[in-house]
């Protein structure tokens, strides 16, 4: 086949830019060789490069606390936990090829981020999932909905991860735009952590796992586009998922890794076999001779270009010490693995592909990747107009309902709040008996065996709140993890985060993205818990709007002592019912509105951080002193929500609440207020003057709601409803909505 | 004596350490992995064929497996009298191999299901569940096909013969169609082979054996396993 002559037109066509071109024209010396270009457009591509999004991601907190590896220093973050073990954990957006090929395109995202956290030498312990649909009466929505759901789940299921939490909401804004959001956490030991890194001259270099065919050619770049009506003819960009070679590939990766027998180690994801070479070699300021004849395909005829840009999954890159390559292949053989040595490692820093006794692509690593010559730009920023509008809501022109009884009900049922078991009982939540609390909670519990300890991990973030007020809303997505993973009873740790954006090339969008990353950079600087690692989506368009800007957070805390994982739900009836914090009757970008009146509209909750703090505080002391018997903390959908979810997130035993909340000016704007730092606790009757003598010396405002009871959820006397009758409000409405044919 | 159960790693297994865990951490008896290309029970005492997706389920459920080169010996150790407990992918396979009849089925809603289900325990007088001291114990289920199926005269073969040892029930044991989450004939949960030393059960004991997990039931089958060793 002969190969199109490389100029500025193909280029255009690869996504590159004139001036892009330029500069790698300029850099090479010379025209590149269309191998070239190929490599160079999907390393420049946004997807790779992070060029629109590194200088801003660069403000954020990512050092300290108890981070053992910073931020793009490896494939994922890395957090110590003491006992001699470390904690590795990301999240990563699979957006694009869930947009035309949902079972798929979320298979392979897990897949992808599974791999990120086993390449470091960490054996995947809990997987989570952010996921963003429209609504569903549309029935385009259902069909990605059912398929993303599957497709996570028969990826995490038969690799073996239990998926344990995260969240799903449902709004017009990620119509044509799905957001799926895949974050896995592993466990390794401190003195076993791997490096994606090439050095030492001489070292071989192999292909390890799945054949190479022609599947997800220019996968980065799409994601690193709007989607369109064109999006559908894309679909062959993406790739396919085999969790049965990942599962091997696992074992495999993590025996070579025990025995000592590497010097490096990287996944291929996004730009395959071009990407693990360039950024491992620059890593290591070293080069590769890689010999393409020596891949295993699986399709016949390919090209140098296809094999470079070949995004199949469950492959990586193992650069082994020298000597090792034996022993290496018993084991990949034992696992009835591909294991090939491709090339080998020069001191030289030129990335060397030959093929066909051809020498395809010679370019500098460095040129190529993030950190080194991959472009960095700033773009306009402006404030988007809507904000000066959208922010102004008076409450007076909101009309009281007449039957708040029925209202909640509405929003109980909403599919934003209802319970999401519907999509978590098709997750496997439980292997490798590690699951202390699993889907359904403020945030999940996993303990590590063989220490006293568990960690806490969540994803938050609503979408609708950093639309109305990006920076703010930002703070509060941080916040609301933080208190989440407290009320488990852990201390916050450090974060991942997953930005989904729009295109970064509009100022409106480009401003909206600095806004919600320094709101995240101060959250995140004051909780101590600084950003590990994560991921930058653009481009979460389609041609009638952007997706809400949704910076979805995911965070992890660690637990020292599992005798202190405390849960949501009431334990017992005749136990004392506590608000800790304060409310400001603040229904702006609620539930309530969206709902009862269909409006997105006003202030967002204000959130002070000091506040927050303060309230992470008591309550992590009154969990130590086993004061109380659960915690549940107030978001979407208000206290009268928190409180029922109090009373029945516990199928099996639900337990009753009779409970007086004050009101300021109207019951609906106290009862479905969405104030921040908020939470919910249960305590027995003789734990009240400890609880009262500890609650008021901190600095948070408590109120006394109430008792637990025995069937009935009852508010002020005035509204009252079965639990059985919620309980099949709360469990069955998305099911309800899934069965419409 | 110290029991030791054998845990049979096929490729693709994935509740191998659960088990081992639960057998040997938790219990306190021997265990050992038992890899699958090596035709060597290594002197175990009771062979548990684990949960997961071996060679990916990519075909019907463990017909591969049932040809690694290990389920020879472990069909020799079940004729002699051995006993032998599949559990979820586990059972699957000897269903493939015919050490215990029937097939299954895809989960009648063609879900994965994962959660807590409560099991009436049918049979008590049994090598597996000989100490189990209650009616009804409570064993969560992770499967996307156990929807156990079985021609008429097998089914009524292992009604007569008390072979159904697990019924999918509430929690009070009433076995209802809204107990079964999978469409399983008769609510079927789990069965034994004619002989009662075969065991294939589609919930997770192995994740019911440790209160830090706030489920502690399955364990009861494991103890009844040891004690009718010990016998």
């Not at chain 1, 470091?120 to 989570?128: D, Y």
């Not at chain 1, 020298?322 to 591909?338: A, S």
């Amino acid at each position: 086949m002969k190969e199109p002559e490389v100029n500025l037109e193909l280029a255009l066509e690869h996504g590159l830019t004139e001036e892009e071109y330029n500069i790698i024209c300029e850099r090479l010396g010379r025209t590149p060789t269309f191998t070239e270009l190929g490599i160079f457009s999907v390393m420049w591509s946004e997807h790779c490069s992070y060029k629109n999004s590194i200088a801003l991601i660069k403000t954020l907190p990512r050092s300290g606390g108890r981070l053992l590896v910073g931020a793009g220093e490896e494939n994922a973050g890395l957090v110590d936990i003491g006992d001699g073990l470390a904690i590795a954990f990301k999240i990563e957006s699979h957006n694009h090829p869930s947009a035309v090929e949902p079972y798929q395109g979320a298979a392979t995202g897990v897949g992808g981020i599974l791999r990120d956290i086993f390449t470091m030498g960490a054996r995947p312990i809990a997987c989570l999932n952010s996921l963003r649909f429209g609504t569903l009466d549309d029935p385009r929505t259902r069909y990605l909905f059912e398929g993303v759901v599957k497709g996570i789940a028969d990826y995490g299921n038969c690799f073996g991860v239990p998926t344990v939490g995260g969240e799903v909401y449902f709004d017009d804004s990620y119509k044509y735009n799905p957001l799926v959001n895949a974050m896995a956490i592993g466990i390794v030991d401190t003195n076993r952590i791997a490096s994606a890194v090439a050095k030492s001259e001489g070292s071989p270099v192999m292909i390890v796992g799945s054949s190479t065919g022609r599947d997800g050619i220019h996968g980065a770049t799409f994601a690193s586009e709007e989607i369109s009506e064109k999006s559908e003819s894309k679909r062959p960009s993406v790739q396919v998922g085999d969790p049965f070679t990942e599962k091997l590939l696992l074992e495999a990766t993590l025996e070579i890794i025990k025995e000592d027998l590497i010097v490096g180690i990287q996944d291929m994801g996004a730009a395959g076999i071009s990407c693990s070479t360039s950024e491992m070699s620059a890593k290591g300021k070293s080069g590769m001779d890689i010999n393409l004849d020596i891949v295993p395909l699986r399709e016949e005829n390919m090209t140098a270009y296809e094999i470079m840009l070949s995004e199949s999954q469950e492959r990586m890159l193992v650069v082994v010490k020298k000597g090792k390559e034996k022993r290496v292949k018993e084991i990949f053989n034992k696992w009835d693995l591909n294991c090939e040595i491709i090339g080998y490692v020069t001191d030289e820093p030129l990335l060397k592909i030959k093929y066909h006794n051809v020498l395809k692509a010679n370019i500098p690593p460095y040129d190529l990747v993030l950190g080194g010559g991959a472009p960095v730009y700033y773009r306009d920023a402006k404030e988007p107009e809507y904000l000066k509008e959208i922010t102004k809501l008076d409450y007076n022109e909101i009309p009281e309902p007449e039957c708040i009884s029925e209202v909640f009900e509405k929003i109980l049922s909403s599919p934003n709040i209802a319970s999401k078991n519907w999509v978590y009982e098709q997750y496997d939540s439980m292997v490798r008996t590690n699951t202390v609390v699993g889907p359904g909670s403020d945030a999940a519990v996993i303990r590590i065996k063989g220490t006293q300890k568990a960690i806490a991990a969540t994803t938050d973030c609503n979408g609708r709140y950093v639309y109305l007020n990006p920076k703010e809303g930002t703070k509060i997505a941080v916040a609301e993890s933080a208190r989440n993973v407290v009320c488990s009873g852990a201390i916050p740790l450090a974060i991942t985060n997953c930005l989904n954006f729009g295109n970064p090339y509009k100022p409106e969008m480009y401003w909206t993205f600095k806004k919600a990353i320094e709101g995240m950079g101060e959250a995140c600087r004051f909780f101590n818990t600084p950003v590990t690692g994560g991921n930058v989506s653009f481009y979460n368009e389609s041609p009638d709007r952007a997706v809400y800007p949704t910076p979805v957070i995911g965070m992890v805390g660690l637990i020292e002592n599992i005798d202190n994982v405390t849960t949501a739900e009431f334990k017992d009836s005749g136990d004392l019912i506590y608000l800790l914090g304060e409310d400001y009757e603040e229904i702006g970008g609620s539930e309530y509105l969206k709902i009862q009146h269909n409006i997105v509209k006003g202030k967002i909750p204000k959130i002070d951080l000091q506040t927050e703090k303060d309230l992470h505080n008591l309550i992590l002391e009154l969990i130590k002193r086993k004061i109380i018997k659960s915690a549940h903390d107030i978001s979407e959908g208000g206290i009268m929500v928190a409180l029922a979810e109090c009373c029945i997130i516990n199928k099996e035993k639900p337990i009753g609440a009779k409970v007086h909340l004050p009101v300021k000016t109207r019951e609906d704007l106290s009862f479905f207020s969405e104030s921040q730092s908020r939470v919910i606790v249960s305590l027995s009757q003789e734990n009240k003057d400890a609880f009262e003598q500890i609650a008021s010396k901190s600095f948070t405002p408590y109120t006394f709601l109430g008792e637990t009871t025995d069937k009935i959820f009852s508010v002020n006397d005035q509204y009252q409803f079965k639990l059985e009758h919620l309980i099949k409000l709360y469990y069955s409405s998305i099911s309800e909505k899934m069965n419409i044919v | 004596m110290k029991i030791k159960f054998g845990i049979v790693v096929f490729p693709g297994a994935n509740c191998d350490h659960d088990a081992y865990y639960a057998t040997k951490k938790v219990l306190g008896y021997d265990a050992e992995f038992l890899w699958h290309k090596e035709p060597d029970l290594k002197g175990s005492n009771a062979i548990l064929l684990p949960g997961g997706f071996s060679y990916g389920d990519y075909l019907r459920t463990g017909a591969i497996a049932r040809f690694s080169p290990i389920m020879d010996e472990v069909i020799k150790f079940a004729n002699s009298g051995g006993i032998v407990i599949g559990i979820c992918n586990g059972f699957q396979i000897l269903l493939e191999t015919g050490l215990l009849p029937g097939i299954m089925q895809k989960n009648i809603n063609l879900k994965f299901i994962c959660k807590d289900v409560y099991l009436r325990v049918e049979n008590k007088n049994t090598l597996f569940t000989k100490l189990v001291d209650k009616n009804v114990i409570k064993i969560p289920i992770a499967h996307g096909e156990g929807n156990y199926y079985a021609d008429e005269k097998t089914l009524s073969e292992l009604e007569k013969n008390n072979q159904v040892v697990f019924r999918y029930s509430d929690s009070k044991g009433d076995v209802t169609p809204e107990s079964n989450p999978n469409g399983s004939l008769n609510n079927i949960a789990g069965i034994i082979n004619k002989e009662g030393n075969v065991l294939g059960m589609m919930p997770h004991p192995e994740r019911a054996c440790d209160t830090a997990l706030s489920r502690t039931d399955g364990a009861l089958i494991f103890k009844s396993i040891a004690e009718s060793i010990y016998k």
